[in-house]
């Protein structure tokens, strides 16, 4: 038998072993002579300098982990439109790609998708910013994420603007819906909302920041903002490669957090949450902090009598990455579209853990340029897709990127009024009494 005379070698001559060109085990060929079509056989004479350079990089080192399985490329998202996903980006290097220089370095919106059905823990959450952190570094960042970066490091903001106007969006509230500014006169509160940059600055999220305020003083909340002192949470920043501005942003707030008395902190969006939940905590700032969904999940009971106005609509609901797999919540959001009367739930095929990514992720909500030229469908069209294909009128939400994502999406989808797309906050204050 083969595997005796293996047996009888003595060790030291191993090196003499020879491939034979005709191995006959109980009757099977296993001669491999289908592999000997090409000769020399190429297995491992590639240029590994790329890989060895991208899983030396402290965070990165899973890169190196993948056994080429490819059960991530049929739920990477970006995959979905284009071509990609870990097992392809591995493959590449394996092949002398340099991706920490490629287009590719910048495509991975983290949603974790792939995370969750990797055997190995190709963990692209972690290797994609530790990956990212050294093109910016280098200065070859997309030049859409170095303007939000600026814009972050100047204003506290990726958008740009003035932090003097970040408390604006309160100012056509009716006197009986109050928004404290604890900024300015500090008491204590039960809930310190860390209201966040879309609904501080843009017009949709304008609408929803101000149902929530009204949803909070129906409820009886006892709640106050940092008004202008709030910075954005930092999370998109690191996430797209720039841990300093980060760190930057999450001490300034930890700072003004640590200036105020609250029981816990209430987010309007999930990266919020993510970061402060998540991040804060190794730079000192430990606080009880739940989703919007989350908060007044625990307080449906309260909620449902103050639910009067049927919302006879047809609804799907998109679960953000941040909200469902990175911190586990599905439940929530659910429980209050389900409150609301006369709203008939439709889920979409990719939901929950499957959740299908908007695009916005990792620093995506700033490149939709730059991808335009590596996909051929927006993450967020895609799914507006599907969201119309499970017959809901409404596209409900509950990620302040997602409400002015989803609906350019509806529009250049062409579906322009077959969705509309709502904050859940907005369904609960229309039903509500608006
Ligand atoms: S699932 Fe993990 S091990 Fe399998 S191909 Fe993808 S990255 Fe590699
Ligand atoms: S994190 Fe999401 S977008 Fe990035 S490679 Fe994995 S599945 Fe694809």
């Excluded at 009986?176 to 966040?196: I, M, N, Q, Y």
């Excluded at 998109?318 to 209050?336: F, K, S, T, V």
Aim: aromatic share 8%; proline share 5%.
């Amino acid at each position: 038998m083969f595997e005796r005379t293996m047996a009888r070698r003595p060790k030291e001559k191993r090196a003499d072993f020879v491939e034979k060109d005709n191995v006959i085990i109980h009757g099977v060929d296993i001669s491999g002579h289908w592999n000997r079509m090409h000769s020399p056989r190429e297995i491992t004479s590639y240029d590994l300098s790329h890989l060895e350079q991208v899983t030396a990089v402290p965070g990165a080192e899973s890169m190196g982990w993948c056994y080429q399985c490819a059960k991530c490329i049929g739920v990477c998202p970006v995959d979905n439109v284009g071509n990609y996903g870990p097992r392809k980006l591995f493959r590449l290097l394996q092949t002398g790609y340099d991706l920490i220089n490629s287009p590719e370095l910048w495509e991975c919106t983290t949603c974790a998708n792939c995370l969750r059905v990797c055997p190995k823990q190709v963990d692209m959450i972690k290797i994609m910013p530790a990956l990212r952190a050294k093109a910016v570094m280098d200065g070859t960042a997309p030049n859409e994420l170095q303007d939000m970066f600026k814009n972050a490091s100047e204003y506290g903001n990726p958008m740009g603007e003035s932090p003097r106007k970040r408390f604006r969006w309160t100012k056509d509230l009716p006197e009986d819906v109050a928004v404290k500014d604890l900024s300015k006169t500090p008491e204590e509160v039960d809930v310190l909302w860390f209201v966040g940059d879309y609904y501080a600055f843009h017009a949709r999220g304008n609408d929803a920041a101000k149902a929530m305020a009204r949803v909070f003083n129906r409820l009886g909340v006892n709640f106050g903002t940092l008004g202008n002192e709030e910075w954005t949470d930092g999370d998109s920043q690191r996430l797209a490669g720039e841990p300093g501005l980060f760190e930057m942003m999450a001490e300034h707030n930890i700072e003004q957090f640590s200036k105020q008395t609250f029981g816990k902190i209430v987010t309007s969006g999930p990266h919020a949450l993510n970061a402060l939940k998540n991040e804060y905590p190794r730079l000192g700032g430990q606080y009880n902090v739940e989703h919007y969904t989350q908060f007044l999940n625990h307080h449906l009971a309260d909620l449902k009598k103050l639910l009067k106005n049927p919302f006879p609509h047809k609804v799907t609901f998109h679960d953000p990455c941040y909200l469902g797999r990175h911190n586990g919540e599905y439940d929530a959001p659910r429980a209050l579209l389900g409150a609301v009367p006369g709203l008939k739930l439709n889920e979409m095929y990719r939901c929950k853990e499957q959740g299908y990514c908007c695009g916005g992720g990792g620093g995506g909500m700033w490149l939709d340029g730059f991808m335009a030229d590596h996909v051929n469908m927006r993450l967020s069209e895609n799914r507006v897709r599907e969201a119309v294909s499970t017959g809901a009128e409404v596209l409900a939400v509950c990620c302040p990127y997602e409400v002015s994502r989803f609906e350019d999406a509806v529009k250049s989808s062409g579906n322009e009024g077959k969705l509309r797309v709502m904050d859940i906050i907005e369904i609960l204050d229309q039903s509500m009494g608006g």
